[in-house]
């Protein structure tokens, strides 16, 4: 019998990043070399996809997952199984797992302090607020890093917003009924881009204590494929082992939600903080 050519749909990039085979439909003839030995339907590549997603969720790893390993965040456990099940074809299923794919930054609580009433600042810098005379109290603090993807490629044009305390942990938000003051320079709310190489850099100052919470920073995150709402901790703080949402997950979810402290450079104010933070997108 002869060989005929495919006639199927071409191949389509899938939401994960991957190229997604040609799809052999009723009646299609069969495909020539250059077509992937395995044909799915439909229906199973849906459940495939719906699998990897569910798998390369942003949320905590299997309890068996390992650390160490290409598989990072993942459980070998459940890709093996999925495989022995049919799920994963088998050039797919292992190239996707020989890559050396990085855990995605975990999520954290939206919070109850939205900014409202006023538009972020969009000059990367919060020490002054428009309009308004004077700087922020505080100590400065110079926060840059990068969004990238989990394959390590930076990621263009994410529209990042980033709310915080002032410097003795008060919101300018109606909803903070803290005793603490407002201070009339800093309105804490920015809205940033990354750049063409995926860095993102705001001058600000640190954020205060408030109840039971460790100094910290809300982002939300917005990719082409990925939104994510979390918080930046700070290496070193004395309340961090205490504060219930920065450990409500593993180990090395918490990880990925501390900035690192870098040395200052000539180039910064005396006595002004540098920390450095990336943030690693699930689907990008
Ligand atoms: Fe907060």
């Not at 439909?25 to 996809?49: I, T």
Request: net charge neutral.
């Amino acid at each position: 019998m002869g060989r005929t050519r495919c006639t199927g749909s071409p191949s389509r990039r899938t939401s994960w990043g991957g190229t997604r085979p040609h799809v052999e439909g009723a009646g299609a003839g069969k495909c020539e070399g250059r077509c992937p030995p395995v044909v799915l339907d439909w229906g199973s590549w849906n459940a495939l996809e719906m699998e990897m997603g569910r798998l390369l969720l942003p949320t905590e790893p299997d309890a068996d997952a390992h650390d160490d390993g290409p598989l990072t965040g993942l459980s070998r456990r459940t890709v093996l199984r999925a495989a022995a099940g049919g799920l994963l074809l088998p050039a797919v299923g292992l190239a996707w797992a020989q890559s050396p794919l990085s855990r995605p930054t975990s999520e954290d609580a939206l919070g109850p302090f939205y900014p409202e009433g006023h538009a972020p600042d969009s000059d990367a810098d919060l020490t002054s607020a428009p309009g308004r005379s004077g700087k922020a109290m505080g100590t400065l603090l110079y926060l840059s890093g990068r969004v990238l993807d989990r394959r390590g490629m930076p990621l263009a044009g994410v529209q990042m917003d980033i709310w915080q305390a002032n410097a003795v942990g008060r919101y300018a938000h109606s909803g903070d009924d803290s005793s603490a003051p407002l201070d009339p320079a800093f309105l804490g709310f920015a809205r940033l881009k990354t750049d063409a190489e995926g860095r993102y850099a705001l001058k600000t100052i640190k954020p205060g204590e408030y109840g039971r919470r460790t100094p910290h920073i809300h982002f939300e995150v917005r990719g082409a494929a990925s939104r994510l709402v979390t918080q930046m901790y700070f290496e070193g703080e004395r309340r961090n082992e205490s504060d219930g949402l920065l450990n409500a997950g593993s180990a090395a979810g918490r990880a990925t939600k501390m900035a690192r402290w870098i040395e200052p450079s000539g180039h910064h104010e005396k006595d002004a903080l540098v920390a450095h933070w990336d943030v690693v997108l699930a689907f990008g």
